[in-house]
Nanobody, 125 residues
Framework: QVQLVESGGGLVQTGGSLRLSCVAS????????MAWFRQTPDHEREFVASITQIGGRTFYSNAVRGRFTISRENANNTVYLQIHSPKPEDTAIYYC??????????????????WGQGTRVTVSS
């Protein structure tokens, strides 16, 4: 019954920035391993970034490393994705995902038990 709700999507230009938010509710008081994926009509859903429950260790895809930052506020059950160096190819629907435990398969969709509905990001030049 965990609910994930994304927000913060919209239109941004190259040189600008955008911060996506994902709020988790309805579950237990446990902290979740969180991730962001993205999808376009031309591509399969792909891993973007993830963050561990407590230590805050982060992982990024090669496509976004150095340009995106994932973070979390455990007190608010919220995870963020800061897109600080957007490119047009970042245009996609971004999905928040959550898992109970960390594993070596953090880049695989099958690891995650709960998913948000997505928020659209459009990057123009």
């Amino acid at each position: 019954q965990v609910q994930l709700v994304e927000s913060g999507g919209g239109l941004v230009q190259t040189g600008g920035s955008l911060r996506l938010s994902c709020v988790a509710s309805g579950g237990t008081d446990s902290l979740y391993y969180m991730a962001w994926f993205r999808q376009t009509p031309d591509h399969e859903r792909e891993f973007v970034a993830s963050i561990t429950q407590i230590g805050g260790r982060t992982f990024y895809s090669n496509a976004v490393r150095g340009r995106f930052t994932i973070s979390r506020e455990n007190a608010n059950n919220t995870v963020y994705l800061q897109i600080h160096s957007p490119k047009p190819e970042d245009t996609a629907i971004y999905y928040c995902a959550a898992a109970l435990l960390e594993s070596n398969f953090y880049m695989r969709q099958s690891m995650y038990r709960w998913w948000g509905q997505g928020t659209r990001v459009t990057v123009s030049s």
